[in-house]
């Protein structure tokens, strides 16, 4: 079965940078759509990036461009987010989703997306 890991997550201060990683394993994910969502206390969660099946486009939340980067190893078996430039704002819970075969990003949702990890949690302090 098709799990998703996520890790990297911790304590850092405003304007730092933190590495987050997502290992997909019980499957092959060369052509699924990947992407990185967060869910913040008391909020709904939310798109942060995504990377296309083909590989081939990157999708980025406006409140994250320019900061945030998303990439993938291995045939998309592992995926990152580094995220520089950090803010409290940006304190949440942050998932790995990852979509069925060629699946297409609809960016700004979660369409699309089929499998979930369980969260780590990043947490800016200012």
């Known amino acids: 079965q098709v799990q998703l890991v996520e890790s990297g997550g911790g304590l850092v201060q405003a304007g730092g940078s933190l590495r987050l990683s997502c290992a997909a394993s019980?499957?092959?994910?060369?052509?699924?759509?990947m992407g990185w969502f967060r869910q913040a206390p008391g909020k709904e969660r939310e798109f942060v990036a995504a990377?296309?099946?083909?590989?081939?486009?990157?999708f980025y939340a406006d409140s994250v461009k320019g900061r945030f980067t998303i990439s993938t190893e291995n045939a998309k078996s592992t995926v990152y987010l580094q995220m520089n430039s950090l803010k409290p704002e940006d304190t949440a819970v942050y998932y790995c989703?990852?979509?069925?075969?060629?699946?297409?990003?609809?960016?700004?949702?979660?369409?699309?997306?089929?499998?979930w990890g369980k969260g780590t949690l990043v947490t800016v302090s200012s």
């Open positions: 019980g499957g092959t994910f060369g052509n699924n759509a």
């Open positions: 990377v296309s099946w083909s590989g081939g486009r990157t």
């Open positions: 989703a990852a979509s069925g075969p060629y699946g297409a990003v609809v960016a700004g949702t979660a369409n699309g997306m089929r499998w």
